[in-house]
């Protein structure tokens, strides 16, 4: 069935949002993405998730304020059944390609670089080097 959709508005006003939305990605979109149903994005084009979007293919996008804007958004995407199967199939690949364990992992340790040689591989300490290993064994 091609009528269920996951709406993802997003705020346009103040200077504080503005930045908010270019330095933040809201979990919820990796749920939406999961479920295989398409995101409809209401929100600034420059915004972090719709950037994320456009260059992944995995919205159907309003970029425009008002009612009538989101009113035409949703009926396009409910009348264009390949467009609908074909975001929500690139939103589900995205939770393989890019948040599953293992992706998350690899960017995790990709952000991180090379441990230096003299830590114990199996160490875990803290900022400040404290030893946060569990010794009530």
């Given at each position: 069935?091609?009528r269920?959709?996951?709406s993802f508005?997003?705020?346009?006003?103040s200077d504080?949002m503005?930045?908010?939305?270019n330095?933040?990605?809201p979990?919820?979109?990796?749920?939406?993405f999961?479920?295989?149903?398409?995101?409809?994005?209401?929100?600034r084009a420059?915004?972090s998730?719709?950037?994320?979007?456009r260059?992944n293919?995995?919205a159907?996008?309003?970029?425009?304020?008002?009612?009538d804007?989101i009113?035409?958004?949703?009926?396009?995407?409910?009348m264009?059944?390949a467009?609908?199967a074909e975001?929500s199939?690139?939103?589900?690949?995205?939770v393989?390609?890019?948040?599953s364990?293992?992706a998350?992992?690899?960017?995790?340790?990709?952000f991180l670089g090379?441990?230096p040689?003299s830590r114990?591989a199996n160490?875990r300490t803290?900022s400040?080097?404290h030893?946060?290993?569990?010794h009530?064994?």
């Open positions: 069935d091609h269920d959709l996951h508005p997003t705020r346009r006003s504080l503005r930045e908010t939305s330095l933040s990605f979990s919820k979109l990796v749920t939406y999961a479920s295989g149903r398409p995101v409809v994005f209401h929100g420059d915004s998730p719709g950037r994320f979007l260059e293919a995995a159907f996008f309003c970029f425009r304020p008002g009612k804007a009113r035409n958004t949703l009926e396009r995407s409910l264009r059944p467009d609908y975001i199939a690139n939103g589900r690949a995205l393989d390609s890019k948040f364990f293992e998350l992992k690899a960017s995790f340790s990709d090379e441990l040689e114990h160490a803290s400040r080097g030893d946060l290993a569990d009530t064994r």
